[in-house]
């Protein structure tokens, strides 16, 4: 990861250091639900990966392939979300922007 920061100090990585970056492994160890144990064995079983690791990227495609409707719905509400927090900040922008320009006047 690059170690490039912004202005609050938090680290950032560029687009591209992101799409390489390995992706979050799923712990199975102390699993809290059933579900959870059978969504990552059966990923498992699906990919067999290499290291016997499964990561959320293969529990993604899986659901993705097996119950798309899911998929769909999770990929609505988090666009959704996204779009909502875009517009809340475009008039947050805009409103520091007047405020500014009322003070300057």
Known sequence: MSTNTTETDV???SEQE???APFVG?????SESE????IINYAGTKFD???GNV???MVAEVLADEFPEFMYAFAEENFVRGY???????AELYTRAT???NAEE
């Open 35 to 38: 579900l959870k144990n059978y």
């Open 49 to 51: 990966p290499e290291d």
């Open 55 to 57: 990561d959320v990227n």
């Open 26 to 30: 799923v712990s199975s160890a102390n």
């Open 11 to 13: 680290p950032t990585m």
């Open 99 to 101: 405020h500014e320009d």
């Open 84 to 90: 909502e927090l875009g517009l809340d900040d475009a």
């Open 18 to 20: 992101f799409n390489q």
